[in-house]
């Protein structure tokens, strides 16, 4: 006789909560890292709330009106837009030029001393 894919999926789902049972140990390793992500990750994403906010600090994150793209408007319409941007790329691009290669010659270098 055929089985019902409903009985196959239960079966299945049965199977697997026998195993996570019986591995349960090395799902605990798997906490630390969880929550790792959960802090360092998805906690500050919260705050980007306040980019669509009309922001005050005495009022918090979730009692500030909400204004929408208001200053990604604002901030597009500065007659120096271009000149930020052009500053941030700059500045990004001397921060991977010096920040990349000296720590590679600074390992390199101590890899070379005998003593």
């Not at 919260?46 to 906010?53: K, T």
């Not at 793209?69 to 901030?75: D, E, I, S």
């Amino acid at each position: 006789m055929k089985k019902t894919v409903a009985a196959m999926n239960s079966r299945k789902k049965n199977q697997t909560w026998k195993l996570m049972k019986r591995n349960w140990c090395l799902y605990l390793f798997l906490v630390p890292a969880v929550v790792f992500i959960g802090i360092f990750c998805y906690a500050p994403m919260y705050g980007v709330l306040m980019a669509f906010q009309d922001y005050s600090p005495g009022k918090g994150i979730m009692g500030s009106n909400w204004v929408g793209l208001k200053w990604f408007q604002t901030f597009f319409h500065l007659p120096r837009f271009w000149q930020i941007v052009k500053n941030t790329l700059v500045v990004s691009l001397y921060s991977l030029v010096v920040g990349f290669p000296i720590p590679i010659v600074l390992a390199l270098m101590i890899n070379s001393v005998k003593n």
